[in-house]
């Protein structure tokens, strides 16, 4: 099962997306509070995700996306 990593949602949508149990069907589905950028990398298992969602206010460099090996969408 892949693990699947959102970064800078609310509260409100963290519930919603709990609630889908299409989402809970494709693997483990982590939330991660704040954005992500050069200054505010990933650690840890959040760094196995193979699936990330970010906001617009999140930046997506090759620093960044090196951070994870195994990502694929």
């Known amino acids: ?16 997306y709990k609630t889908k149990e299409i989402l809970a069907s494709l693997g483990e589905v982590v939330f991660v509070d704040g954005v992500i950028n050069d200054d505010n990398l990933p650690s840890g298992p959040t ?4 699936v990330i969602s970010v906001f617009v206010d999140s930046k997506l460099t090759a620093k960044v996306l090196a951070a994870f090996p195994n990502l694929k969408l």
């Open 1 to 16: 099962m892949s693990k699947i990593a959102f970064f800078s949602l609310a509260p409100w949508e963290q519930e919603y």
């Open 47 to 50: 760094t196995e995700a193979e």
